[in-house]
C-alpha cells in the first residue's frame, strides 16, 4: 500500500497529484494546482508560494513516496532556470518529509499512462480519467501531476517485482 505524491512543476502553476496504490489498483485521492502566480511577480515569492503549497499537500494527504517530472530542454534558458528552481523547492519539501523521491522524463511518463512517449495533453487528461475512474477532465497540470503519480506506481511496482525475482534467484543459487 502506497500514497503517492506526483508533481508537475512550473514556477507559475505547478500541478499536484496524488493516489493510493494498492496492488495494480490505483484511487484518486486529490489534485489541483499551486498559484504562483498569485504570491506576485518575485521569483522568490513564487518558490515560496511553491515550497509552502507541496509541504501543505504532503501534511494533508501524508504520502509515503514523492515523484516529480524531470525539467525538460526549453527553446528559453530563462525558463528552463525558472522550471529548475520550482522543482528544487518541491523536492526540498518532499526531503524535508523524509520521503523518497523519484524524478521521470515526459516521455516516460506519457508512455507509462498513454503508451507513447510523444503523447498531447488532451491524451493523457483522458488516460488519467480513465485509469483513475474520474467522473470530469483533471485540469491539465493537475492531470500531467496524477501522470506522474501513476508513472511511478507502474514504475515501483515493476523494480519491485524485477528485485523480488533477482532476490529469489540468489537465495536459490546460494543453497
Same mark, same amino acid.
Given at each position: 500500500?502506497?500514497?503517492?505524491?506526483?508533481?508537475?512543476?512550473?514556477?507559475?502553476?505547478?500541478?499536484?497529484?496524488?493516489?493510493?496504490?494498492?496492488?495494480?489498483?490505483?484511487?484518486?485521492?486529490?489534485?489541483?494546482?499551486?498559484?504562483?502566480?498569485?504570491?506576485?511577480?518575485?521569483?522568490?515569492?513564487?518558490?515560496?508560494?511553491?515550497?509552502?503549497?507541496?509541504?501543505?499537500?504532503?501534511?494533508?494527504?501524508?504520502?509515503?513516496?514523492?515523484?516529480?517530472?524531470?525539467?525538460?530542454?526549453?527553446?528559453?534558458?530563462?525558463?528552463?532556470?525558472?522550471?529548475?528552481? $520550482?522543482?528544487?523547492? #518541491?523536492?526540498? %519539501?518532499? +526531503?524535508? !518529509?523524509?520521503?523518497?523521491?523519484?524524478?521521470? &522524463?515526459?516521455?516516460? /511518463?506519457?508512455q507509462s499512462v498513454v503508451g507513447t512517449g510523444s503523447a498531447d495533453k488532451t491524451?493523457?487528461?483522458?488516460?488519467?480519467?480513465?485509469?483513475?475512474?474520474?467522473? $470530469?477532465?483533471?485540469? #491539465?497540470?493537475? %492531470?500531467? +501531476?496524477? !501522470?506522474?503519480?501513476?508513472?511511478?506506481?507502474? &514504475?515501483?511496482?515493476? /523494480?519491485?517485482?524485477?528485485?523480488?525475482?533477482?532476490?529469489?534467484?540468489?537465495?536459490?543459487?546460494?543453497?
Open positions: 500500500m502506497s500514497i503517492i505524491l506526483g508533481i508537475d512543476p512550473g514556477s507559475r502553476l505547478t500541478g499536484y497529484g496524488v493516489i493510493h496504490q494498492e496492488g495494480h489498483k490505483f484511487t484518486y485521492l486529490g489534485s489541483g494546482c499551486i498559484k504562483a502566480i498569485a504570491a506576485g511577480d518575485a521569483l522568490g515569492d513564487r518558490l515560496q508560494t511553491i515550497y509552502a503549497g507541496v509541504s501543505e499537500i504532503i501534511v494533508q494527504f501524508k504520502p509515503t513516496m514523492f515523484a516529480i517530472e524531470q525539467v525538460f530542454m526549453a527553446k528559453n534558458p530563462d525558463s528552463a532556470l525558472k522550471l529548475g528552481q $520550482a522543482r528544487g523547492v #518541491a523536492i526540498v %519539501a518532499a +526531503a524535508n !518529509a523524509n520521503l523518497p523521491i523519484a524524478e521521470y &522524463s515526459a516521455r516516460q /511518463i506519457k491524451q493523457v487528461q483522458h488516460m488519467v480519467k480513465s485509469i483513475l475512474k474520474l467522473p $470530469a477532465t483533471p485540469q #491539465a497540470d493537475a %492531470a500531467d +501531476a496524477l !501522470a506522474v503519480a501513476l508513472c511511478h506506481a507502474h &514504475s515501483y511496482d515493476s /523494480i519491485s517485482k524485477l528485485s523480488g525475482q533477482v532476490t529469489k534467484t540468489v537465495r536459490r543459487r546460494l543453497r
